[in-house]
């Protein structure tokens, strides 16, 4: 079901004067009230009004996680935060955190393009949607909440964790829709099974799954265990959350970006170079109708392709294919953004320790783990085995306290790890997804 | 009073110890006594050995994590009882035993422990007074 019929089925013609209409609207309000854009167009000498048409967004400057990182935390803000309603985070690059903001408006569009994509899924307002996504800073529990209330259904705000109380109220309450990440959506499935629970009994109909990297593998995998119909969503907190772009339940072949309010472009991430449709590359956006957070070319790491193709369903905008990867070394694990730099910077405050590590990340039946290797040198080795235990679980810790992961800590001899000279081989991902 | 002992770090895969006794032999370093100690992930061996400063260049030349610790051996009767009766003059006085170990040779008919203790100086005098015999660092590498 198309939830907007107006703009999801508006002509390329129009959408594409709208869009032009919405980016220069955008471009003069970041340069007038965002310093940080200010400077940024004044080095690369454009101006708001050099955009004259749709091609012109390349001559603007990319923004980049770290720039979030330098802005920290209000920085990009591009209202006073009397209008900022709403604020959540996720983790960036260093252990500080991307802050974003939204105004009213700015959760009222958010809340329609993700009813926009529970329709594009299949759902409507008799489903009851179990939102599994964690509620926090987070933005998946919260941005499936509004969405789900604004279609009309009867959301069940559950949150992660307590798996076995999950399937109850699954089955109990008559969920009918699952969102969650999709590697949770197969740890469910176990613990029904562990329970003695059929999915085929269940009234679950359609899964919405995102905030990790899946294949079509999995979806495989998850529609036979939950008897289902899996769809995937994307999103990102810095250019909105959940709801940038979800595949539709009649092709579930790529996923229709709401072009109405997100510019995509796919670029070559060593030379910035904008490549043309079905090339893969890098996924960049442009927001063009956020008021409290907008971003010019945001670089999201994630790699992508961009087909214009229109799509059985009769949405007009463009799908991106399912993200395969990444350009920079971040990890998800258990839908948790982990850097290895992070990972190093936990060692390093740790006395006597060396930034020598590995990561090794698995799947152990359905969830994600996290070896850290970690050389042991004359300043932390004891002839004591407690003292050696005891660093283990420090680094344990710490490592919780600072990135929510669990990890577990392997102490290995010394100078048996790559150095960091050249590139230096930091993470193993056994994961096959 | 004190001894010196050597301790390795290993990893629990096969091969370290291999490596290590042959280095030491190559090297000519004879071990006089020795003890592993093993978790699920690695192992500490800890030996005494008849040139501690030769064991630990050749060791530290190879890539190992090597470290010296003071330790205590103690002539302990070799009879029935002759161990409790030490570890009871210890536990009367509070001193902790980390860790303990047998040598291979005798001293005359007395058999030798090495001892790892949380107060090392502390638990000499407790001993000493009680008149247990601590062999000297010297005759323990000569054994």
Request: charged fraction near 25%; hydrophobic fraction near 40%.
């Amino acid at each position: 079901m198309i939830w907007d019929e107006e703009f999801e089925t508006l002509p390329r013609e129009a959408l594409e004067a709208l869009q032009l209409k919405r980016l220069t609207a955008t471009a003069e309000r970041v340069y007038a009230t965002v310093p940080f854009y200010k400077k940024k167009f004044d080095e690369f000498g454009v101006k708001p009004s050099d955009i004259k048409s749709l091609k012109d967004l390349r001559r603007l400057p990319f923004t980049t996680k770290l720039d979030l990182r330098d802005s920290y935390p209000f920085g990009l803000f591009a209202v006073p935060m009397e209008q900022v309603v709403r604020i959540h985070a996720s983790s960036g690059t260093t252990g500080k955190q991307t802050v974003v903001g939204y105004t009213r408006r700015d959760i009222n569009n958010w809340a329609e393009l993700m009813a926009r994509s529970l329709a594009a899924a299949g759902s409507h307002k008799n489903d009851i949607i179990h939102n599994a996504y964690g509620y926090g800073l987070f933005t998946g529990g919260l941005g499936v909440h509004y969405g789900a209330e604004r279609l009309g259904a009867s959301v069940i705000p559950i949150s992660g964790g307590n798996s076995k109380r999950q399937i109850i109220i699954m089955q109990d309450f008559g969920s009918t829709v699952l969102t969650c990440t999709p590697s949770y959506a197969l740890f469910l499935a176990e613990t029904a099974e562990e329970m003695g629970v059929d999915f085929k009994k269940l009234k679950l109909r359609v899964g919405i799954f995102g905030a990790e990297p899946w294949s079509e593998k999995m979806r495989d995998e998850i529609e036979r265990k939950l008897n289902i119909q899996a769809i995937d969503i994307y999103g990102l907190s810095e250019v909105m959350g959940p709801g940038v772009s979800i595949e539709c339940l009649e092709a579930k072949q790529g996923l229709h970006i709401f072009e109405d309010h997100f510019i995509p472009e796919i670029i070559n991430p060593q030379t910035g170079e904008v490549l043309p449709h079905g090339e893969k590359g890098e996924l960049v956006f442009t927001t063009i109708t956020k008021e409290a957070f907008p971003l010019i070319r945001y670089r999201t790491r994630d790699i992508s392709v961009l087909y214009p193709q229109p799509c059985k369903c009769g949405r007009t905008h463009m799908r991106m294919e399912r993200v395969s990867g990444r350009s920079d070394d971040m990890l998800i694990i258990r839908g948790v953004n982990v850097f290895p730099s992070q990972i190093e910077s936990v060692l390093m405050n740790i006395e006597g320790v060396e930034p020598h590590y590995l990561l090794i990340v698995d799947r152990q039946g359905t969830l994600d783990t996290l070896d850290v290797h970690v050389e042991v040198n004359e300043k932390v080795f004891s002839d004591e085995v407690k003292n050696l235990q005891s660093l283990g679980r420090k680094i344990e810790k710490e490592i919780k306290d600072l990135l929510g992961v669990n990890a577990g800590v392997k102490l290995v001899e010394p100078k048996t790890l790559q150095r960091s000279e050249g590139k230096a081989q930091r993470v193993i991902d056994k994961r096959k997804i | 009073m004190k001894v010196e002992q050597i301790s390795v770090f290993l990893e629990n895969k096969p091969g370290p110890l291999t490596e290590v006794t042959r280095i030491l032999g190559e090297a000519g370093v004879n071990i006089r006594a020795l003890s592993l100690a093993d978790t699920k992930d690695f192992g500490i061996l800890r030996l005494i050995v008849n040139d501690n400063e030769k064991a630990r260049a050749v060791l530290g030349a190879k890539g190992f994590t090597v470290r010296k610790t003071e330790v205590v051996a103690v002539e302990v009767p070799d009879r029935p009882g002759g161990l409790a009766d030490i570890l009871k003059i210890l536990s009367e006085a509070t001193v902790n035993v980390e860790y303990l170990y047998a040598f291979v040779q005798q001293s005359g008919s007395n058999a030798i422990i090495i001892f790892r203790f949380d107060e090392t100086d502390r638990a000499i005098e407790v001993l000493s007074k009680k008149q247990v015999k601590i062999l000297e660092g010297k005759k323990v590498y000569a054994l």
